[in-house]
């Protein structure tokens, strides 16, 4: 049933360029293109016609304020604009009548689907996770293939980091040349993580964090209770446990690991495979799957236990806002999607119950410093919009909403939980907007990224930096625990044994990959 729209989509998407991801190996070219319709239209009301307009290519400057009061929080004026359609760069039709027929879903509503949905709106973040984690068609459930680089690198034989990075790639060709024996696919989506890359050292680092701070804290009236979110092939899994089990026995005896998949695919690999290396091992008396989403968590865990969150963020859904730039007041983003699967950007001038705490909760946090999407001076604002063809609304801005939502699981069901995360703090090739994630596929073993996180669902990669500093407060604010954010390379100072992964020249990949990400961890 895809396939005429896939290929269509992707011979339009190869004719361009790759550009470098964070999580494959490509080209150092980069490219942006729309590879999906993304229309949004002029504003719009219940009497109009429909009309085409265009939006001004200049950009908003992003400013730090302090503000007295949270967006969002004023009463909403009465008028007779019932939805808004953001003037855009594209034609686009006036869709407000389908806007006011069409029924809202949820992500939720959507798992039982085995296709796309049609004449439907959502909201952006209902979007982004159906796109991303519907089990019948999402990206994690069908597309993604974890990178394993076989044997692990011997870095001290390896004489600098360019050497290192045509090992990595020789090895990335190996392994797709040897899946694309078994079955060709131009579509196949390959990526890796620093857990493979610098296998089984980076496990080993993240194991000394563990056991250090679970000697210092409740050993021995408690287990170590490990959860992970996201094990993909279960690697940072066997090295954590075989790191422990070498280094104290009588700690690996107290040590209980449980595995928390939404994907099926993913659940289904771990649970066959990793369970077979596991017990290869002997572990398996140590390891628990449990293929269910952590948003969906029900049961209290009372007792003392670490949650290990390794590139998880980024992947979360986000709620999209733009600003009224006379007022101020927040406009959340709703898609629509027609009966032929187009895609069409409304805004809202209020705010759902889950966007609205975020907002607040992220202002009561910060004390009300963060960036907007727009100028902090009226009156360039007001200036802007007297020009010809102004935009009526600012930049988007990309809420975490998501991700408070996981700090209330925390908080609920894991009351003694410690944090261990890392993520991305910055990532290059965004889409326009604040806080804005990469939007990228694969196609014929290149990445193409493209403008808008409004794309054939599944197909796509959708995935957000993390603002740190942020993030830290909202969690602490939720949790009432205290946290420390550090760069991926002071973490590794402190817990890796450097040597391991030192090349000849003296250059250290494992301090020199990943200069992008951050770790965030509960003390």
Same mark, same amino acid.
Not at 23 to 32: E, F, G, H, S, W
Not at 88 to 114: G, H, I
Not at 214 to 222: A, G, H, K, Q, R
């Given at each position: 049933?895809?396939?005429?729209?896939?290929?269509?989509?992707?011979?339009?998407?190869?004719?361009?360029?790759?550009?470098?991801?964070?999580?494959?190996?490509?080209?150092?070219?980069?490219?942006?293109?729309?590879?999906?319709?993304?229309?949004?239209?002029?504003?719009?009301?219940?009497?109009?016609?429909?009309?085409?307009?265009?939006?001004?290519?200049?950009?908003?400057?992003?400013?730090?304020?302090?503000?007295?009061?949270?967006?969002?929080?004023?009463?909403?004026?009465?008028?007779?604009?019932?939805?808004?359609?953001?003037?855009?760069?594209?034609?686009?039709?006036?869709?407000?009548?389908?806007?006011?027929?069409?029924?809202?879903?949820?992500?939720?509503?959507?798992?039982?689907?085995?296709?796309?949905?049609?004449?439907?709106?959502?909201?952006?973040?209902?979007?982004?996770?159906?796109?991303?984690?519907?089990?019948?068609?999402?990206?994690?459930?069908?597309?993604?293939?974890?990178?394993?680089?076989?044997?692990?690198?011997?870095?001290?034989?390896?004489?600098?980091?360019?050497?290192?990075?045509?090992?990595?790639?020789?090895?990335?060709?190996?392994?797709?040349?040897?899946?694309?024996?078994?079955?060709?696919?131009?579509?196949?989506?390959?990526?890796?993580?620093?857990?493979?890359?610098?296998?089984?050292?980076?496990?080993?680092?993240?194991?000394?964090?563990?056991?250090?701070?679970?000697?210092?804290?409740?050993?021995?009236?408690?287990?170590?209770?490990?959860?992970?979110?996201?094990?993909?092939?279960?690697?940072?899994?066997?090295?954590?446990?075989?790191?422990?089990?070498?280094?104290?026995?009588?700690?690996?005896?107290?040590?209980?690991?449980?595995?928390?998949?939404?994907?099926?695919?993913?659940?289904?690999?771990?649970?066959?495979?990793?369970?077979?290396?596991?017990?290869?091992?002997?572990?398996?008396?140590?390891?628990?799957?449990?293929?269910?989403?952590?948003?969906?968590?029900?049961?209290?865990?009372?007792?003392?236990?670490?949650?290990?969150?390794?590139?998880?963020?980024?992947?979360?859904?986000?709620?999209?806002?733009?600003?009224?730039?006379?007022?101020?007041?927040?406009?959340?983003?709703?898609?629509?999607?027609?009966?032929?699967?187009?895609?069409?950007?409304? @805004?809202?001038?209020? *705010?759902? =119950?889950?966007?609205? #705490?975020? !907002?607040?909760?992220?202002?009561? /946090?910060?004390? $009300? %410093?963060?960036?907007?999407?727009?100028?902090?001076?009226?009156?360039?604002?007001?200036?802007?919009?007297?020009?010809?063809?102004?935009?009526?609304?600012?930049?988007?801005?990309?809420?975490?909403?998501?991700?408070?939502?996981?700090?209330?699981?925390?908080?609920?069901?894991?009351?003694?939980?410690?944090?261990?995360?890392?993520?991305?703090?910055?990532?290059?090739?965004?889409?326009?907007?604040?806080?804005?994630?990469?939007?990228?596929?694969?196609?014929?073993?290149?990445?193409?990224?493209?403008?808008?996180?409004?794309?054939?669902?599944? @197909?796509?990669?959708? *995935?957000? =930096?993390?603002?740190? #500093?942020? !993030?830290?407060?909202?969690?602490? /604010?939720?949790? $009432? %625990?205290?946290?420390?954010?550090?760069?991926?390379?002071?973490?590794?100072?402190?817990?890796?044994?450097?040597?391991?992964?030192?090349?000849?020249?003296?250059?250290?990949?494992?301090?020199?990959?990943?200069?992008?990400?951050?770790?965030?961890?509960?003390?």
């Amino acid at each position: 049933m895809d396939s005429p729209i896939v290929t269509q989509l992707f011979r339009q998407l190869f004719r361009h360029p790759a550009c470098q991801s964070r999580r494959n190996i490509a080209t150092n070219t980069t490219t942006t293109l729309a590879a999906a319709p993304l229309q949004y239209g002029r504003r719009a009301r219940q009497s109009q016609h429909r009309q085409r307009q265009q939006q001004s290519s200049s950009q908003q400057r992003r400013t730090m304020a302090t503000r007295g009061t949270a967006r969002g929080k004023s009463e909403v004026k009465q008028n007779n604009e019932v939805n808004w359609q953001q003037r855009t760069e594209m034609f686009s039709l006036d869709m407000s009548e389908e806007y006011k027929k069409y029924p809202t879903v949820t992500a939720n509503d959507l798992r039982s689907r085995t296709g796309r949905p049609k004449r439907v709106k959502m909201l952006m973040r209902d979007f982004i996770e159906d796109s991303l984690y519907n089990p019948h068609y999402g990206y994690f459930s069908k597309q993604v293939v974890i990178f394993s680089p076989g044997e692990p690198f011997d870095f001290n034989a390896i004489p600098d980091e360019p050497a290192f990075y045509a090992q990595v790639g020789r090895r990335y060709t190996e392994f797709e040349d040897a899946l694309d024996a078994k079955q060709h696919d131009d579509t196949r989506q390959l990526w890796h993580t620093p857990t493979e890359l610098f296998r089984p050292y980076y496990g080993e680092s993240i194991a000394r964090y563990l056991m250090s701070n679970y000697v210092m804290s409740t050993y021995p009236y408690d287990d170590l209770i490990i959860y992970e979110m996201g094990a993909g092939r279960g690697t940072l899994m066997l090295n954590i446990l075989d790191y422990i089990r070498h280094m104290d026995p009588d700690i690996y005896d107290r040590t209980k690991y449980k595995i928390i998949e939404i994907s099926p695919s993913l659940a289904a690999l771990q649970t066959s495979q990793m369970m077979m290396d596991a017990a290869t091992r002997g572990h398996a008396s140590k390891v628990e799957i449990i293929n269910k989403s952590v948003f969906d968590w029900d049961e209290r865990v009372s007792s003392p236990c670490f949650f290990l969150a390794m590139e998880v963020f980024d992947n979360f859904a986000h709620d999209i806002v733009r600003y009224d730039l006379a007022t101020e007041e927040p406009l959340q983003g709703t898609v629509l999607i027609d009966e032929l699967g187009d895609f069409y950007e409304f @805004y809202e001038p209020a *705010l759902d =119950p889950v966007a609205a #705490r975020y !907002m607040r909760v992220r202002h009561a /946090a910060t004390g $009300g %410093r963060y960036p907007a999407p727009y100028s902090s001076s009226r009156t360039l604002r007001a200036l802007k919009r007297n020009l010809p063809f102004a935009p009526n609304l600012s930049e988007p801005e990309y809420l975490p909403t998501r991700l408070m939502q996981y700090f209330d699981i925390l908080e609920k069901y894991f009351p003694a939980h410690r944090l261990v995360t890392s993520d991305f703090h910055t990532l290059p090739d965004t889409i326009k907007g604040l806080n804005s994630p990469v939007v990228q596929t694969r196609y014929q073993r290149r990445m193409v990224p493209v403008t808008t996180p409004l794309v054939h669902q599944g @197909y796509f990669d959708i *995935l957000f =930096p993390t603002d740190f #500093r942020i !993030m830290e407060a909202v969690y602490g /604010a939720i949790t $009432g %625990r205290l946290t420390r954010v550090m760069s991926h390379e002071a973490f590794m100072r402190s817990w890796a044994f450097l040597a391991d992964t030192q090349t000849q020249s003296g250059e250290n990949p494992l301090l020199s990959w990943y200069k992008n990400a951050s770790m965030m961890v509960t003390v």
